[in-house]
């Protein structure tokens, strides 16, 4: 059997929580969480009707009652007839000196185990042991005979400690979690669990006015299905990019201004007119915006749901998370503006769990990237989830004549038969029309388009 940690989707990332009588380790610096990691989990399980005990070593019950999230707060009303709280502070003057000494403080705790007949308790803060057991052995010692007597009784008990004293806890603790914070981000990751397989790596943390959430690294698993041929959305697209299955993912990049967000809304329009499903997320405008920009283009994406990730505060595992809920049933997904987001190891291994599920949900997935210089050598930037991308159109400036005329070329393709050639399109009132094959142009892909010869542009190649 297991108990659970307070945070159900953290629970499901260790095979459903702490094992039954066991010693877990809370480790993480100040201000990482750790106290009301521990609330928490008292919390959780008076609520499902036990009675819990919280030890705590510094800070006083009261002050920590004061500081809860308005959340858990409420729930800390509703339950606190189940909530004892052994205040250390307090008592140890009715203790003596040796208060810190562990039998002592094993005895104070299973004592009130008895009395509160309880089995769930928080002890908060172990430095306050350390002064008294000087080597790391009397220490490890001391932590270990702690642990004994608590299982013995019957305790499932979770400890927190900053993690200074160089591992004595994580020797003795069967479970090690480790939470992280920069003073942007949280981060919680498992280290350890004795006799039971876990999910490796850090994973989102946060802490809110609601209390506490974890949001994996990974996400549920989904049967795949059979992908099928689906249209993109602007005319004339089938026939640049081969066939489009369902599941595919393509990436647009192009450098401001050559319609790559009006071609996302072409492509979530061919979505909306048949009443599916969809999802739109913005790294750049605000929904408001979006959707002003819609109506004014003659768009309806009201089966839609438009998403603003604002790329200075985005926590690509909340993100994740986040859009996973509106992916029920959704057939298509845009991500528009990527580049806004400075992608690092983490985004990147983010990203990849994300378009994975997509692609097992068979969603069709379009991702925006606007390259940083109007006319140049072509480059992904950083964009670097090229592997799983099935398709790459790259939009480019050619400068023709006096004209600046806007090109498309396919990079990459699921399907064998796309267009190898270079296509230009037209962005006018009527929308995106794709014209036809460049011959005239060459060099368009090393940055200087240059006239190949007058005019000898194939016309009515889309009849
Ligand atoms: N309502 C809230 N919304 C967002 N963050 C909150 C909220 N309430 C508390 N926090 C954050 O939670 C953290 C406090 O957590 P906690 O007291 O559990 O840390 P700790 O690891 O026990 O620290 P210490 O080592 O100082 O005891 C702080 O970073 C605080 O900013
Ligand atoms: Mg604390």
Redesign the pocket.
């Known amino acids: 059997m297991r108990i659970g940690t307070g945070i159900p989707k953290l629970d499901s990332l260790m095979q459903g929580g702490f094992l039954e009588h066991s010693f877990n380790l809370i480790k ?12 928490n989990y008292l919390l959780y399980h008076a609520k499902a009707g036990k009675e819990v005990l919280y030890v705590s070593m ?2 006083s019950w009261d002050n ?1 009652v004061k ?4 959340g858990m707060k409420k729930t800390y009303e509703e339950v606190k007839d189940r909530v004892h709280h052994l205040d250390f502070g307090s008592i140890r003057p009715l203790l003596g000196k040796d208060v810190l000494d562990v039998n002592l403080l094993a005895e104070v705790i299973t004592t009130n185990m008895g009395v509160h007949k309880t089995n769930i308790i928080a002890l ?2 172990i430095a306050p042991l350390s002064p008294k057991y000087g080597t790391l052995q009397d220490l490890r010692a001391a932590i270990f005979e702690l642990s004994h007597r608590i299982k013995r009784a019957g305790g499932t008990m979770l400890f ?1 400690s ?1 993690g200074r004293s160089a591992g004595a806890e994580e020797y003795v603790a069967d479970s090690v979690l480790v ?1 992280y ?1 920069d003073g942007i981000h949280r981060r919680i990751q498992i280290l350890k669990m004795r006799g039971s397989d876990f999910v490796y790596g850090k994973h989102g943390f ?4 609601n209390g506490l959430e974890v949001y994996p690294s990974i996400l549920p698993k989904v049967e795949p299905q059979k992908p099928q041929t689906v249209k993109f959305g602007i005319k004339g697209m089938e026939k640049i990019l081969g066939n489009i299955y369902t599941g595919d993912v393509t990436l647009l990049t192009g450098p401001p201004g050559t319609g790559k967000t009006l071609m996302a809304y072409y492509f979530l329009n061919e979505a909306a007119k048949k009443g599916e499903k969809c999802v739109y997320v913005s790294f750049a405008f605000p929904e408001k915006d979006v959707l002003k920009r819609v109506k004014d283009l003659g768009f309806n994406l009201s089966t839609c749901k438009i998403i603003y990730q604002d790329p200075f505060n985005f926590d690509p595992y909340e993100f994740m998370w986040k859009a996973l809920k509106e992916l029920n049933n959704a057939k298509r997904v845009v991500l528009d503006g990527i580049n806004e987001v400075e992608m690092n190891d983490e985004i990147r291994k983010v990203y990849h769990e994300f378009l994975k599920n997509l692609k097992e949900r068979n969603i069709l997935t379009l991702i925006t990237y606007t390259t940083p210089t109007i006319i140049s050598s072509y480059s992904l930037g950083n964009v670097n989830v090229i592997y799983l991308v099935d398709n790459i159109i790259d939009l480019r400036y050619a400068e023709i004549g006096a004209e600046l005329r806007k090109v498309m070329v396919v990079i990459k393709s699921s399907s064998v038969n796309y267009e190898r050639g270079i296509i230009e399109y037209e962005v006018g009132k009527d929308g995106i029309k794709l014209l036809g094959k460049a011959e005239y142009l060459e060099g368009i892909i090393s940055g200087i388009p240059r006239r190949l010869e007058m005019k000898k542009r194939v016309e009515k190649f889309f009849k």
């Open positions: 993480g610096t100040q201000g990482a969480g750790k106290t009301l990691f521990a609330v510094e800070e920590i500081n809860l999230p308005e908060d803060g927190t900053e939470l914070y946060k802490i809110s006015n």
